[in-house]
């Protein structure tokens, strides 16, 4: 871990810092296309196979969570988790439904008998997915089910990996019986998101997947993208800090390891103003790293797409900070307030010290399904409008439609359609 000045960097650096795990998705490309053709032909033994293939799951029968396995997922899940499940649902429930407003139609009349509206539809069948390789995420359950249910889709679908014993996570599938969603498939990776695109003998078609995932996962969405509607690219975990002379080192540090302990892809991003804060917060890192059982999962992120760097001024950091695009953007400054104003490509942005990097990830009620790898520019964090589409409808009167009689049959022989000018015409003849 070295701090360098923002401005020296070489071109080089620069586009890896910028690209980061987006960077190598061409590489993982065609792995990616070979599985999905493999699930499209071969179905749930293409799944099995691979699973015991790539691996190393040799008790994987059947793909769907059966009954009694949601009863014994209880019997390993403690009570203090399902206590903590139970607040992110209030919470998250909370949050999303103030989201509901996406809903209302607006009522247009734009002459005298014409009106113009859009009404609002939930997607009939969405399909969830929830990491579960080198950890478990039944918060992520939660972030994509709730804004579903809410939006009114009504037929759910969830797939998550199997763990080395052949099956699901039993906080995975707690979460998901908490909130009553039942229907759970134990796939991962890529093949996951095949199969959902294109079914197998076991788990169903859906019209749109949702859900973050490593490089092989956000690889596989982007490629099935047009069979099926996605989401957003949502890979490997970001965090992007810009701190001043006034931040805590250690709180930058905690937060810092909190995305690298994801994965060997996650990218760690300190800007900062001042070189003080720059080398204590290394400080802190190594200090809290030794105690940590993630550790050389954390080492690695930082070596591949870590950033300690140090700017002239904060109006600096945030022109990096907007063509960066973080998932996740903490700003820790005297008055981040004033700088939050000044950001327009960010997934999810955290205020001040007191606004940790896990408070987002779990129980603020805001969600943690965010665009990365720069995708911030164009994407959303998800929420209820994610789960739903607008379908336009228009009503005319015999009065209104005389009234733009004659633009329908200027423009139909301009356009040189004549159907469509008699489509109108035809209406008034009698």
């Known amino acids: 871990m070295r701090i360098t000045k923002l401005s020296k960097l070489s071109k080089k650096e620069y586009q890896r810092i910028i690209k980061r795990s987006f960077g190598v998705n061409s590489s993982t490309m065609p792995i990616v296309k070979k599985i999905i053709r493999d699930v499209k032909i071969n179905g749930d033994k293409a799944i099995i196979d691979n699973c015991q293939k790539n691996y190393g799951i040799k008790n994987l029968e059947c793909l769907q969570v059966t009954q009694s396995e949601i009863k014994n997922a209880y019997l390993q899940v403690d009570e203090s988790t399902i206590k903590a499940l139970k607040q992110m649902i209030k919470n998250i429930t909370l949050v999303h439904s103030a989201q509901l407003p996406c809903k209302r139609e607006t009522v247009i009349e734009t002459e005298e008998g014409i009106k113009v509206w859009r009404q609002w539809r939930p997607i009939e069948k969405v399909g969830l997915y929830i990491p ?10 939660l972030m994509s089910a709730i804004p579903a249910q809410i939006a009114g889709c009504c ?35 890529a093949e996951a998101i095949a199969a959902m695109t294109y079914g197998t003998q076991t ?22 993208y047009g069979d099926v509607a996605i989401d957003m690219p949502a890979g490997p975990s970001e965090v992007f800090i810009i701190a001043d002379q006034t931040a805590n080192p250690a709180f930058i540090a905690a937060d810092l390891l909190a995305d690298g302990e994801h994965g060997e892809d996650s990218a760690c991003v300190l800007i ?7 080398e204590k917060t290394i400080k802190e890192i190594e200090k809290q790293l030794s105690k940590l059982s993630t550790k050389e999962r954390v080492r690695e992120s930082i070596k591949r797409y870590g950033l300690f ?13 907007n063509e960066y695009a973080p998932e996740h953007l903490e700003i820790m400054t005297k008055n981040p307030q004033k700088i939050v104003k000044k950001i327009i490509n960010a997934g ?10 896990s408070s987002g990830d779990y129980a603020t009620g805001a969600n943690h399904v965010l665009p990365t790898g720069g995708a911030a520019k164009m994407y959303p964090p998800l929420g209820v409008d994610a789960y739903g589409k607008w379908m336009q409808v228009q009503e005319c009167t015999k009065k209104g439609l005389l009234k733009i009689k004659k633009t329908l049959e200027v423009m139909a022989v301009v356009e040189q359609l004549p159907a469509h000018k008699i489509s109108t015409s035809i209406r008034f003849q009698n």
């Open 132 to 141: 579960g390789g080198k950890a478990v995420y039944p918060s992520s359950v």
């Open 155 to 189: 037929d759910i679908i969830l797939c998550s990996p199997a763990q080395q014993d052949g099956q699901m996570s039993a906080a995975t599938i707690v979460a998901a019986d908490l909130i009553g969603l039942s229907r759970l498939y134990k796939v991962g990776g």
């Open 203 to 224: 788990v169903p078609q859906v019209f749109k997947i949702f859900g973050a995932g490593n490089s092989y996962v956000t690889a596989a969405k982007m490629c099935v």
């Open 272 to 278: 900062t103003t001042s070189k003080m804060i720059a």
């Open 309 to 321: 760097a140090l700017v002239d001024s904060l109006d600096e950091a945030v022109i990096f900070a």
């Open 348 to 357: 999810s942005v955290f205020l001040g010290k007191w606004t940790s990097k």
